[in-house]
Protein backbone atom coordinates (compact mmCIF):
# COMPACT_ATOMS: atom_id res chain seq x y z
CA UNK A 1 0.00 0.00 0.00
CA UNK A 2 0.90 3.92 -0.42
CA UNK A 3 1.98 5.86 2.67
CA UNK A 4 1.06 9.75 1.69
CA UNK A 5 2.98 12.51 3.45
CA UNK A 6 1.96 16.05 3.65
CA UNK A 7 4.12 19.00 3.97
CA UNK A 8 4.16 23.29 2.86
CA UNK A 9 1.45 24.29 4.76
CA UNK A 10 2.22 27.39 6.99
CA UNK A 11 0.48 31.23 7.56
CA UNK A 12 0.92 33.52 4.37
CA UNK A 13 -1.35 36.72 3.63
CA UNK A 14 -3.69 36.82 1.45
CA UNK A 15 -3.11 36.78 -2.31
CA UNK A 16 0.29 34.88 -1.50
CA UNK A 17 1.33 31.41 -2.39
CA UNK A 18 1.93 28.18 -1.19
CA UNK A 19 3.31 24.87 -2.49
CA UNK A 20 1.94 21.70 -1.03
CA UNK A 21 3.58 18.28 -1.40
CA UNK A 22 1.84 15.13 -1.21
CA UNK A 23 5.40 12.63 -0.64
CA UNK A 24 4.23 9.07 -1.73
CA UNK A 25 6.21 6.21 -0.30
CA UNK A 26 5.85 1.94 -1.03
CA UNK A 27 4.21 2.35 -3.90
CA UNK A 28 4.52 4.37 -7.15
CA UNK A 29 2.60 7.46 -6.96
CA UNK A 30 1.62 7.41 -10.94
CA UNK A 31 -0.01 3.90 -10.01
CA UNK A 32 -2.74 5.98 -8.06
CA UNK A 33 -5.55 8.44 -8.43
CA UNK A 34 -4.27 11.37 -6.15
CA UNK A 35 -6.18 14.12 -4.74
CA UNK A 36 -6.36 17.19 -2.53
CA UNK A 37 -9.09 17.60 0.17
CA UNK A 38 -8.88 20.66 2.59
CA UNK A 39 -10.71 20.95 6.06
CA UNK A 40 -11.85 24.45 7.29
CA UNK A 41 -12.06 24.85 11.02
CA UNK A 42 -15.66 23.29 12.15
CA UNK A 43 -16.60 22.44 8.83
CA UNK A 44 -16.38 19.06 7.08
CA UNK A 45 -13.79 17.92 4.63
CA UNK A 46 -14.32 19.14 1.14
CA UNK A 47 -12.94 18.11 -2.23
CA UNK A 48 -10.27 20.85 -3.61
CA UNK A 49 -8.63 18.74 -6.98
CA UNK A 50 -7.89 15.55 -8.31
CA UNK A 51 -5.35 14.07 -10.63
CA UNK A 52 -5.65 10.41 -12.52
CA UNK A 53 -2.82 8.08 -12.34
CA UNK A 54 -2.50 8.43 -16.33
CA UNK A 55 -1.73 12.36 -15.68
CA UNK A 56 -4.73 13.13 -18.09
CA UNK A 57 -7.65 14.19 -16.14
CA UNK A 58 -7.70 16.53 -13.68
CA UNK A 59 -10.58 18.58 -11.62
CA UNK A 60 -11.04 21.50 -9.44
CA UNK A 61 -13.51 22.72 -7.22
CA UNK A 62 -14.86 25.82 -8.79
CA UNK A 63 -13.46 28.16 -5.78
CA UNK A 64 -10.22 27.29 -6.49
CA UNK A 65 -10.29 27.61 -10.57
CA UNK A 66 -7.57 29.90 -11.94
CA UNK A 67 -5.94 30.24 -8.70
CA UNK A 68 -4.98 26.39 -7.83
CA UNK A 69 -2.69 23.55 -10.04
CA UNK A 70 -2.01 19.94 -9.03
CA UNK A 71 0.97 18.50 -10.53
CA UNK A 72 3.04 15.10 -10.56
CA UNK A 73 6.66 14.46 -10.33
CA UNK A 74 7.67 10.92 -10.88
CA UNK A 75 10.86 10.95 -10.24
CA UNK A 76 10.31 12.67 -6.84
CA UNK A 77 6.59 10.21 -6.37
CA UNK A 78 5.41 13.25 -5.33
CA UNK A 79 2.21 15.25 -6.32
CA UNK A 80 1.71 18.76 -5.59
CA UNK A 81 -0.73 21.25 -5.12
CA UNK A 82 0.77 25.23 -6.30
CA UNK A 83 -1.97 27.92 -4.74
CA UNK A 84 -1.77 31.51 -5.79
CA UNK A 85 -3.96 34.25 -4.59
CA UNK A 86 -4.20 32.59 -1.13
CA UNK A 87 -7.57 34.35 0.13
CA UNK A 88 -8.93 33.77 3.72
CA UNK A 89 -11.31 31.39 3.17
CA UNK A 90 -8.78 28.78 1.75
CA UNK A 91 -7.63 28.45 5.58
CA UNK A 92 -7.85 25.05 6.42
CA UNK A 93 -6.16 21.32 7.08
CA UNK A 94 -5.05 20.07 3.65
CA UNK A 95 -4.88 16.63 2.98
CA UNK A 96 -3.76 14.76 0.12
CA UNK A 97 -5.80 11.18 -0.36
CA UNK A 98 -5.47 8.13 -2.84
CA UNK A 99 -6.87 5.15 -4.81
CA UNK A 100 -5.22 2.72 -6.85
CA UNK A 101 -5.71 3.80 -10.62
CA UNK A 102 -8.55 0.91 -10.92
CA UNK A 103 -10.97 2.97 -8.57
CA UNK A 104 -10.93 5.76 -11.61
CA UNK A 105 -14.54 6.24 -12.82
CA UNK A 106 -16.02 3.95 -10.03
CA UNK A 107 -16.74 6.64 -7.69
CA UNK A 108 -17.48 9.82 -6.98
CA UNK A 109 -13.77 11.31 -7.48
CA UNK A 110 -15.24 14.77 -4.89
CA UNK A 111 -16.19 12.10 -2.18
CA UNK A 112 -13.81 11.40 0.67
CA UNK A 113 -15.03 7.46 0.58
CA UNK A 114 -13.57 7.20 -2.61
CA UNK A 115 -9.97 7.38 -1.80
CA UNK A 116 -8.21 4.40 0.51
CA UNK A 117 -5.26 6.03 1.58
CA UNK A 118 -4.49 9.34 3.41
CA UNK A 119 -1.73 11.83 4.54
CA UNK A 120 -1.96 13.61 8.39
CA UNK A 121 -3.08 16.70 6.86
CA UNK A 122 -0.71 20.50 6.50
CA UNK A 123 -2.23 23.56 8.18
CA UNK A 124 -2.70 26.63 5.62
CA UNK A 125 -3.54 29.49 6.99
CA UNK A 126 -4.46 32.95 5.33
CA UNK A 127 -4.54 35.93 7.23
CA UNK A 128 -6.48 38.92 5.54
Known amino acids: QVQLVESGGGLVQAGGSLRLSCAAS????????VAWFRQPPGKEREFVSV????????YYTDSVKGRFTISRDNAKNTVYLQMNNLKPEDTAVYYCAAVYRTGWGIKPREATESYDYWGQGTQVTVSS
Open 26 to 33: GRTVSSYV
Open 51 to 58: LSASGSSI
